[in-house]
């Protein structure tokens, strides 16, 4: 059985959620997110708890119903506080700056990269770290390791495009007789 799909949700205040057969939405004070959801999980919303039980008892349906709860539960975290990513860039000569709705990165390659910024996500470039927020955890994730997929980082000096929590596991180079 779900661990995670036995658990009830507390919805704050200030956060709607509305449960129907095929969707659920969260509306909150940063924004409004919305999801398609098949029809295995029932969910029930009582006074501002969210329960929910699979429809039948095989492997799928309970698959879906521990992913759903997450779902719902990071769609009730979005809207109340922002989901932050933060990428940084070692190198020489590796940059990168935002024009508008566009990320442009310079990573040592002959050609400048560009990447359009999907709507709905902030991206602050400071000189070597770069910030995405959302309120969508699932779209800032994405977005932040398609930067992190244009150069990513090398075990020997450690240069490429890395998150701020993330460790690189250094190898040794050739040694001189």
């Known amino acids: 059985m779900s661990r995670i799909g036995k658990q009830q949700l507390h919805i704050p205040t200030g956060v709607e959620v509305t449960l129907d057969a095929h969707a659920v939405r969260v ?3 940063k924004g409004e997110l919305s999801r398609e ?8 919303n009582e006074n501002g708890i969210i329960s929910s039980t699979p429809r039948r008892n095989d ?3 309970r698959a879906l119903w521990g992913t759903y709860m997450s779902h719902v539960q990071n769609m009730i975290a979005g809207v109340v506080t922002p989901f932050e990513k933060k990428l940084l860039v070692e190198g020489v000569g590796f940059k990168w700056e935002v024009k508008g709705d566009t990320l442009h990165l310079s990573l040592g390659f002959s ?4 990447m359009k910024i999907p709507q709905g996500l902030t991206v602050v470039a ?3 770290s770069l910030t995405i927020t959302g309120i969508d ?3 800032v994730g994405l977005f932040a390791n398609r930067v992190r997929q244009m150069k990513k980082p090398e075990p020997y000096k450690g ?3 890395r998150y701020s929590n993330e460790v690189i596991r250094r ?3 050739k040694k001189s007789a």
């Open 111 to 114: 050609h400048p990269v560009t």
């Open 37 to 44: 959801i098949r029809e295995e999980i029932d969910f029930k």
């Open 27 to 29: 509306k909150g004070p």
């Open 171 to 173: 190898k040794q180079g």
């Open 59 to 61: 492997k799928f349906s």
């Open 159 to 161: 240069k490429g495009i």
């Open 137 to 139: 955890k699932e779209m």
């Open 126 to 128: 400071e000189k070597g």
